[in-house]
Nanobody
């Protein structure tokens, strides 16, 4: 069973930056595609970014392109999300997710494992 633990959320002013991290418990982490999703109050969970097992392929939601960067450190079993130029509409609970596949996808139902989430609040 894979366990994912997110960290790095918090309160930041618009225009600021945050870096989220996701630590995975499994030694086979390197064979998983990983993704970040977010959910705002009253809204459905939405895709933010994903990265392939090798880190060679990434995919971003249009709303975060050019502002967010996803990366992974296989040696440390972590996936990171660097968030710059944050906007109030980026507010939500951010979830890390893992998929038993090398293919990058953006559908939540295609992911097998989820973390507990970390709150990100961007004030205007």
């Amino acid at each position: 069973q894979v366990q994912l633990v997110e960290s790095g959320g918090g309160l930041v002013q618009a225009g600021g930056s945050l870096r989220l991290s996701c630590a995975a418990s499994t030694l086979t982490f390197s064979s998983y595609a990983m993704g970040w999703f977010r959910q705002a109050p009253g809204k459905e969970r939405e895709f933010v970014a994903a990265i392939s097992w090798s880190g060679g392929s990434t995919h971003y939601a249009d709303s975060v392109k050019g502002r967010f960067t996803i990366s992974r450190d296989v040696a440390k079993n972590t996936v990171n999300l660097q968030m710059n130029s944050l906007k109030p509409e980026d507010t939500g609970v951010y979830y890390c997710a893992g998929r038993r596949s090398t293919v990058v996808v953006d559908a939540p139902l295609q992911y097998n494992y989820w973390g507990q989430g970390t709150q990100v609040t961007v004030s205007s």
